[in-house]
């Protein structure tokens, strides 16, 4: 597993110390599917960090109390069904999206543009033409936004794939992630020569796309589930949508 934490890049995983002098600088790995911090974007997150080791495996082990509903989570389904509902106002914005901000540590009155208004959201002209490329039905600019704030919020918690399922948004899973502007520089501190301390940086192939298939945006039935609805209906000759044909 991976220590997360302002200090994940000094981590020694095996004795548990962290030490620039000890165990030098490990960078992060840029490739799919490998272990050791991967992280396609270039960027390791420190959301959940923990101050200390054994704080962090108390969290881990479930020693302490698990999280059976965010508050977060409950502002922002509201805020997302006031606005499909058409329902949505200021004050709502303000105590939903905004209140999120502002614990997060915007400062409206120094920077009044962090601040979602109703009547005024923010234009996104990229994320915009990716949702008229990428989705079959319209995105107003405030739910957008508030998909954004969704986004913003609950990285790293798991909902990411359920809310796109949810939205009927799962060919947003073929947009290529954007991440650190990768220069000449960081491109040498790739090349493979930098394995030891002090810089530990293996050799990474960049710029490579994953490509997708539709059958990528679909969800298999378990074995377990097909059998007890073969049980249920009789011989199962296709499924499509939420319909089961039988025999």
């Keep these: 597993m991976n220590y997360p934490g302002e200090n994940r890049s000094l981590f020694n995983r095996t004795d548990g110390t962290t030490s620039l002098e000890k165990n ?3 960078y992060p790995r840029l490739s799919y599917n490998v272990g050791g911090g991967t992280t396609v974007t270039g960027y390791l997150p420190i959301k959940h960090w923990m101050g200390d080791r054994p704080e962090n495996e108390a969290t881990t082990n479930g020693q302490q109390t698990a999280i059976e509903f965010r508050y977060g989570e409950v502002l922002l389904m509201l805020a997302e069904a006031k606005a499909i509902l058409g329902t949505l106002t200021q004050n709502d914005l303000d105590r939903t999206i905004n209140l999120l901000r502002q614990r997060a540590g915007f400062d409206f009155a120094k920077y009044p543009g962090s601040k979602l208004e ?8 990229r994320l915009d033409e990716i ?4 989705l079959d039905y319209a995105v107003s600019p405030i739910i957008r936004e508030i998909r954004r704030e969704r986004r913003v919020e609950m990285v790293l918690e798991d909902r990411r794939y359920e809310d796109l399922m949810r939205w009927k948004a799962g060919n947003l899973m073929t947009v290529p ?5 990768f220069t000449a520089e960081k491109g040498k501190l790739y090349d493979g020569t930098h394995t030891a301390k002090p810089i530990i940086a293996l050799k990474e ?6 490509f997708w298939i539709t059958m990528d945006l679909l969800s298999p039935i378990q074995e377990v589930q097909t059998s007890a609805m073969v049980l249920r209906y009789g011989q199962i000759t296709a499924i499509i949508g939420p319909y089961l044909y039988t025999t």
């Design 24 to 26: 030098g600088i490990t």
């Design 118 to 125: 109703l009547g005024n959201p923010p234009a996104d002209p």
């Design 131 to 134: 949702y008229a490329t990428k």
């Design 177 to 181: 992630l954007r991440g650190m502007k």
């Design 205 to 210: 192939e960049v710029n490579k796309d994953i």
